[in-house]
């Protein structure tokens, strides 16, 4: 293909181009024009362009999209982080907050959060009337008795543009209390809305010995019949109760396969509940993760220790936890044996069907909008941790380099992609 007569804007060239929802996998130049993927081809080098970036041993992705976001910054509590060090200065170009704003509350977090970041900031709506407030630090705001299930439903209707789903969590504390309204609730305000509901698993809050309580097992086979075709279940590698594995027989459940079967999806949200001894249990019965949230939020990134007082140091459970970020949890995936395109389609082609905006990104297509990762897959031996105690070591880390926001660049300079551990 020759670009003569054509100009650009940027053109990257000598990059490769790893695209799972075109199937290019390969060398080829990315040319683009106001905000748009204008071309791509093997050589655009000689056409006309303002800047021309060597992208050449690096990989060239459509821009990350990141499911599980928490970035509602300062609304909710020491939660809440900023959203271009989440986003774009990770290379990150699309954001998903999972549950921070409310019916409440999220006209603050359109206003002050979303129409300012330079990321493209998406969220799935609280089903709670708080929200993510302080990381849903106090479980009794959480029941049933908050929860408004026509205002919630009336929000979400009225802001499209945002919200993409509905976010709920199913973990046994929640259970011992509320059995499964809460769920239920949940499930209607995302039927009613037209929209995917978005399920937590794993324990969040302690449980309350009273009643008649499920264990986590039990909670999981009622709950998945609840989900249709489009939800979504999170944090399948969860080292907490009531994750994708039995309790009971240590495999994973029965009733997983009937749901992903039916079409229920799988986000990895990766959190600081990520296990390698789960990951591996899941990945090795068959299933697949559709999307992979990192799931950073201000109790599981390196706090910086003005962030902490002595006594959350001593009270915060995630304080010293093993430092992450979308692209660590990428070189996990990559560690477990997913493929490269395998774990590119997880934050790339299939968030952006799961947001129903496959037309506008998650591709590198001509057309698409320019948003576009540059990432390196640098070699080495790296040691990679969870917070279970178990330690991998790998050969290749993914480090974002930088992106192109609707054709505007960004370096990945965030304070929040943790530095390499070489062992
Ligand atoms: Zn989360």
Known sequence: MTQENVRFDTILHGGTVVDPATGRHGKFDIGVTDGRIAAVGPDLSSGAASQ???????????????????????????FGLNPDLVG?????????????????????????LANKADSRTLCYISCYLVGGMEGHLYPDLHGPSGINV??????????????????GHAEIGGASRWGLDVLKLAKEIARQSELPLYIHLGQMWPSVEEGDVPDADELIRALVPL??????????????????????????????????????????????????????????????????????????????AEGLDADERESNPFAGAAPFSLSIAMTELLALGLSLDEVIATVTMNPAKLLHMEDEIGSLAVGKVADVSVMELVSGRFKL???????????????????????RMFESDSPLIPPPFYV
Not at 262 to 268: F, I, N, T, Y
């Open 52 to 78: 021309k970036i060597d992208v050449s041993g690096k990989i060239v992705t459509a821009g990350l999209i990141d499911t599980h976001a928490h970035v509602y910054q300062h609304v909710t509590g020491k």
């Open 88 to 112: 774009v200065r990770s290379g990150v170009t699309t954001l998903v907050d999972q549950g921070g704003p409310s019916c409440m509350t999220l006209g603050g977090f359109k206003h002050f």
């Open 150 to 167: 026509d205002h919630t439903v009336r929000v979400a209707r009225a802001n499209r543009d945002i919200v993409r789903g509905i976010k």
């Open 227 to 304: 989900m249709d075709p489009g939800d979504v279940l999170a944090h399948p590698f969860t080292r907490h109760p009531g994750g994708f594995v039995s309790m009971e027989t240590g495999e994973v459940h029965p009733v997983v396969f009937e749901a992903l079967d039916r079409g229920v999806l799988v986000d990895v949200g990766h959190g600081s509940h990520f296990s390698f001894e789960m990951a591996k249990r899941v990945l090795d019965a068959g299933v697949r993760p559709f999307t992979l949230g990192a799931d950073l939020h201000g109790y599981n990134v390196r706090i910086p």
């Open 385 to 407: 941790s969870d917070n279970s105690g178990v330690d991998v070591v790998t050969d290749t880390l993914v480090t974002p380099r930088f992106c192109l926001r609707e054709g």
